[in-house]
């Protein structure tokens, strides 16, 4: 098991990993959309495959580790009651952004503005929970704020959306 001192960069190793899964799922998710080939319900049927990925890494997974380590089955009502509750939020989460593309968000603009609001979100609710506002340093609050300022200018100025060409003009038959 990793260690859990200070200086141990397991966690940075982890968080970057997952920095790189979750880059890439919105450029996924939004190709999986479109390969799907159906422009009403593409999003849809993405989102399904979406789910049973989900049902393979983060059911079956969970089941065999604890069940190769001989972990206990008990559960408590808040740990299951906060844990699907997590779930439910980050399953809504995925799905509205299926909604954000099938409402002609790019996806570089759509996950730019997700992943620049999330941690802000995700720190102003976390240090509320802690009550740690007065110990916070004037460079986290910096970092915060330069996130909400970066998910504003990525929504300002969004590159201007990529048009397919125009088919070509059929050719008039030559007049004799």
């Known amino acids: ?23 890439l799922y919105g450029v996924l998710l939004h190709s999986g959309q479109v390969a799907m080939g159906d422009a009403a319900n593409g999003r849809y049927k ?3 495959w979406v789910g049973i990925a989900y049902f393979l890494s983060a059911v079956l997974a969970p089941l065999a580790m ?4 001989g972990a ?9 009651t906060l844990s699907l509750l997590a779930g439910l939020v980050g399953a809504i989460g995925a799905f509205c952004v299926l909604l954000a593309f099938g409402a002609k968000g790019a996806p570089s603009v759509v996950m730019s503005i997700v992943f ?5 979100i995700n720190a102003l ?5 802690a009550g740690s506002w007065s110990r916070l340093r004037w460079q986290f609050v910096a ?12 929504t300002l100025y969004r590159p201007p959306p990529v048009h397919a ?8 038959p030559e007049a004799r």
């Open 1 to 23: 098991m990793p260690s859990n001192d200070s200086t141990s960069t397991t966690w940075l190793i982890f968080a970057l990993m997952t920095v790189a899964c979750w880059g």
């Open 72 to 80: 206990s089955w008990q559960m408590s009502g808040a740990g299951i």
């Open 46 to 48: 993405a989102f399904l």
């Open 165 to 172: 060409p125009p088919p070509a003009a059929a050719e008039a």
């Open 125 to 129: 609710v976390a240090v509320t929970l």
């Open 143 to 154: 970092g915060i704020v330069l996130a909400a300022i970066g998910g504003c200018l990525v």
């Open 66 to 69: 604890l069940w190769w380590r």
């Open 116 to 120: 620049a609001g999330a941690p802000v």
